[in-house]
């Protein structure tokens, strides 16, 4: 009898992090600016006063931060690479930065030799402030596309040996609506916050997605083309979208608004990325001219770009409730209000330390169908975590015991759980967000999504009670007993394995 809540005996997991919110270090050996160096350096500050410069020294201390996820029994690691730390300037003709490179070879190295897999994403939002000087970054399609792809040469030509596992862009819907419709990320751009002198909120936002878009095919067509057959690793995307539900059930148009929500949020790109498929038919008709075209050169392209794994970042849920009036011009969510509760004044979810996120396990599970059945991928969890009400305001020994962030995991590992067993997704992966505390992009450092607590006036790391209990809850799940019997199976594949460090 399958336990309800196992997991398979090979599914994989560990936890995430991305380079500026870690790394610091910013001006050591030879790194270049990116636009989030300038955007947390900005008069009167856009970022809570917080900025990257040292962060959780990361870049100092990666070993002190491998040895942690040693102990914490993660199989996998997935990191980003700052761009501008490799190729200072950015460009396709711009010199290599041999010390940028030297040091993701020995954090590769370090984690090879402890028995953790290196997931690497390419762009985790920190694009050279060069290139934004120069053609206007993701603004410029077809300069940005050249950029992006030399700089995945360069990651697959130095890196490739080790790292088989590709990410090529994190969340391109944050990336294009924060950076360019509300302007709360770099590099705040729009025309509907008051804190930002530049940018237009009801088209930049679609022209940085389809660089993105096109970005991301370059990079694994590359792949595909000139290095799949002898590095022979797998190259896929994370996106992230929230699920949405109705915000009155009985009312179709709330269904649609949902159903519309979600295409806005994930489809825009899913359509292009997974289907070779243009945009869905709801952005088509809401936003008219203003939603790039894709040539038949273009669809030729996404075509060869096929992807081997979808990436799914997932943090929450909301409902979605229709709006009875045109679009305006600088609407990007389909027309729909967005609510944490509903007609019946039912919360979608618990509260967490973060205004945004309630704990949504239920829909978890929903998204993980709906996105299986819909893109037909198997699915790596790339990020999926949250801070503990309070948590921001908590000493560390508070801090540590963080028993609302263990019943997140616990019951979005149920979740998952179900997708497989009883709703036949395929999903083989989860990575926690985010093995430290670190610095939340716009919140600045208040609010800690870390199983370890970062002090950062000292910058000593703790562990939290969650990092041991996710280790436990993997183990059970994906059972000794399951572990046994695969064995049995096909004992030559696991003895190929390495041991895995223990806590
Ligand atoms: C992701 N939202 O961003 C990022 O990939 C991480 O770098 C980040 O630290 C993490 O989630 C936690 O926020 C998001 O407002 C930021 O819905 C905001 C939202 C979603 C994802």
């Given at each position: 009898m ?18 500026y919110?870690i ?5 050591k050996d ?84 402890r ?18 000087d120069?053609?206007?970054g993701?603004?410029n399609?077809?300069?940005?596309q ?42 705040g ?31 694994v ?7 799949r ?45 997974l ?14 001219e203003?939603l ?9 392209l996404?075509?060869?770009a ?49 205004h945004w996120l ?8 929903k ?13 790596y ?32 590992l ?12 395929v ?13 939340e992009?716009?919140d ?11 002090d950062?006036d000292?910058?000593?790391?703790t562990?939290?009670?969650?990092a ?13 007993q399951?572990?046994k019997l695969?064995?049995e ?6 003895q190929?394995e ?6």
């Open positions: 399958p336990i309800p809540n196992q997991l398979p005996h090979d599914f994989e997991w560990g936890f995430a992090t991305a380079a919110q790394e610091g270090a910013v001006d030879g790194r270049g600016k990116s636009i989030w160096d300038t955007f947390c350096h900005l008069e009167p500050s856009r970022t809570k006063g917080a900025n990257g410069d040292i962060a959780c020294d990361h870049y100092n201390r990666y070993e002190e931060d491998l040895d942690l996820l040693s102990a914490y029994g993660a199989q996998a690691y997935r990191f980003s690479i700052s761009w501008s730390r490799v190729i200072p300037l950015g460009g396709r003709n711009d010199p290599v930065n041999e010390a940028g490179i030297a040091f993701y070879n020995r954090l590769i190295d370090s984690l090879i030799a028995g953790v897999t290196p997931w690497v994403t390419l762009y985790h939002w920190d694009l050279p402030q060069a290139l934004h120069r053609y206007g993701w603004l399609v077809e300069e940005s050249q950029d992006f792809e030399r700089y995945a040469r360069l990651c697959f030509e130095r890196f490739g040996d080790r790292v088989k596992n590709w990410i090529t862009l994190n969340e391109p819907w944050i990336v294009s609506i924060f950076g360019y419709a509300t302007g709360i990320n770099a590099p751009r729009s025309s509907i916050n008051k804190d930002a002198s530049e940018g237009d909120t009801s088209t930049e936002p679609w022209i940085v997605g389809k660089s993105l878009i096109m970005s991301h095919a370059r990079a067509r590359l792949y595909n083309r000139e290095f057959a002898s590095q022979k690793g797998v190259i896929g995307i994370s996106l992230n979208g929230d699920y949405y539900e109705p915000w009155n059930a009985e009312d179709d148009r709330d269904k649609a608004a949902a159903e519309r929500r979600m295409q806005f949020h994930i489809g825009w790109f899913a359509n292009p990325i289907l070779a498929k243009d945009y869905p038919e709801c952005m088509r008709e809401q936003l008219g203003r790039p075209q894709f040539s038949a050169d273009e669809f030729s996404l075509r060869e096929e992807v081997d794994f979808y990436g799914m970042n997932y943090y929450t849920a909301q409902f979605a409730r229709h709006r009875s009036g045109p679009p305006s011009e600088t609407d990007f969510l389909g027309n729909v209000d967005e609510l944490q509760e509903n007609s019946d004044g039912v919360s979608i979810g618990e509260r967490s330390g973060v309630r704990s949504c396990p239920d829909k978890f599970r998204h993980l169908t709906r996105i299986y059945r819909l893109y037909q991928k198997p699915i969890v790339t990020e999926n975590g949250c801070p503990c009400p309070g948590e921001d305001k908590m000493t560390r020994d508070e801090a540590v015991r963080d028993t609302y962030r263990i019943k997140y995991f616990e019951t979005h149920d979740a998952i759980a179900q997708a497989i067993n009883q709703d036949a997704a999903v083989k992966g989860y990575f926690a967000w985010s093995l430290l505390d670190n610095l992009w716009s600045g450092f208040g609010v800690r999504f870390g199983v370890t607590y970062t950062y000292t910058l000593e790391r562990p939290k009670l969650s041991r209990v996710l280790k436990q809850l993997f183990e059970e799940r994906m059972g000794r399951a572990q695969c064995q199976q096909d004992s030559r594949a696991y190929s390495s041991p895995k460090p223990r806590m």
